[in-house]
């Protein structure tokens, strides 16, 4: 079977090195050395604004963020795909179709859905849209027939409701929508990168993130103050590499030449893991070696994103296009979707013809 590519964002915020480890990084690979027939990226903002409908303004602002930071990572408008949810309207209407497949307590049981819920402290006010939105996710992976979605591990939840809602629906309905498999990083740490709090997810929400766009000096600033080893007082004192966020994020992006390049006196993160363990390395070493590696990566990122945005006309055609021809394939799937579930009235002669029978 061939692979059609799908994978979003919510514009809730700039993205941040999180979502480079455990979706941007694997899109940009896959973009380059895998075979697809068809490569979507969809700019979430009708699923934003299930936990945002009262900021709207938010969400409008951050759709042109959202896609300069994956024209900045590497996204080739060429090769992709690239399109405002919202402006697909066949999705929200497969939506009101799949949510008869699924029951509040199935919605309700979603573990990701769960921890949303309670870190948004809703409490009893949950909107219904935002316990919705697994089902309107299933739409907008089925609408495409996409079968590979390169996302975060928070992600396989909502992949798995996408299947049970598939494999329903071919069921009762004939056989119309296609299985998705999610691809996530292969580590855990990558699936799920913590914040520079040292909370268990960086993410727009929590604001405890390095964004792709942040400049030098902001990207400085955090690291320094970024959590080592709360018992590495002095330089000899040995210290602590688990649980210590400059070497976890050190051990996302680091590789030898970095070490060559910025810390020759070692030759891997290994040695330098051990030297901290010992005593007698010192943070302030560490946190500036971290600060050259991420540069390294955003550095090109900012160039990219430079230029887009001295082009700003041409980034509203390619999510313009985008949009255009997503609407055209969503579509498509809608007008099978609607003809397996039989109310398809208009779109051919066969309601008409059933009727003048009948009467
Ligand atoms: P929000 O707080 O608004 O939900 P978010 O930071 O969780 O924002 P999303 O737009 O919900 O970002 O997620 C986009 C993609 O990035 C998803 O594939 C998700 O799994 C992945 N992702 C988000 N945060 C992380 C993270 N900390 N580590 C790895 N992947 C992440
Ligand atoms: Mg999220």
Redo the contacts with the bound molecule.
Sequence with gaps: MSKIIL????P??RL?I??Y???LRNRVRMQNEEDYEKFYVMV?DAQ?LTDNFDNPQKIRENVIEVVLDYLSVGIDPNKVTIFIQSEVPALTELTFYYMNLVTLARLMRNPTVKS?ISMREFDNSIPSGFLNYPVSQASDITAFKANCIP?????LPMIEQTNEIVRKFNSIYGDVLVEAEAFIPKTAI?????GIDGKA??????DNCIYLSDTKEEVKRKVMMMYTDPDHIKITDPGKVEGNMVFLYLDLFVNDSHFEKYLPEYKNIDELKNHYRQGGLGDVVIKKFLINVLEDVLEPMRIRRKSYEDNIERVYEIIKEGTKSANEVANKTLEEVKKAIGINYFSDNTFLEEIKEKY
């Design positions: 994978s979003g964002d919510r809730t915020g941040h999180g979502h480890v455990g979706s979430a934003a949303e996302v975060g591990a928070d992600q990558e699936g799920r990168v913590p997810k960086m993410s727009k929400s929590l």
